[in-house]
């Protein structure tokens, strides 16, 4: 599926889901449910949110926070991140602004 094909449908997804819902915030979490963020699949791949909050010495509100995008991840947290998660998500996937995107192989 083409990157301009994704972003149509996402956008008339959310759009539609505005129009019906009318809540930007309803949105916001609805599109995080939708397509999941590497931190939402670092959460997964360890366990739980409460289960990645101990591996990496955080407060699983810390990552709840993460995970609705509430804040970013910290460029300090991403290695741990990374540790905790057998590298099933990298540093790279968390924060490409900080640590840059994988060239493709």
Known sequence: ???IYSAALL???????LNKYGS???LRRRIFTMIKSPIQLAVDAC???KQLAEKVGVSPSFVHQWVHGDRPVPAARCIAIEAACNSEVTRHDLRPDVFG???AA
């Open 11 to 17: 956008f008339a997804t959310s759009s539609a889901l």
């Open 101 to 103: 995107e994988v060239a």
């Open 24 to 26: 930007a915030i309803f």
């Open 47 to 49: 366990g739980g949110q």
């Open 1 to 3: 599926m083409s990157e």
